[in-house]
């Protein structure tokens, strides 16, 4: 246990930010960092956030969700919230 503890401490002190990395932060409004996930780590989040997202997605495209409208760029978007569709004149209230 002391051992993982240790081991997370460390990864705490790698994952602070240099004056640098904040810089250019600050500029970006992103940062990139390599190396701070191994690769288990990496494939852990992929699955849990193509499960959400899946998630998500079979949500949206269930019957009575709103109706569905394409932006100006393509992208597909649905509106379930009651205030919206509202709103928007779909007779749901």
Known sequence: MIDGAAAGLRKAVRMRLTAAERARYEDDGYLVRRGVLDSSEVASLREVVEDVAA??????ERPHAGPEMLLADGHRIQFSSRTAMAALGTGCA
């Open 55 to 60: 998630r998500v997605a079979a949500h949206a």
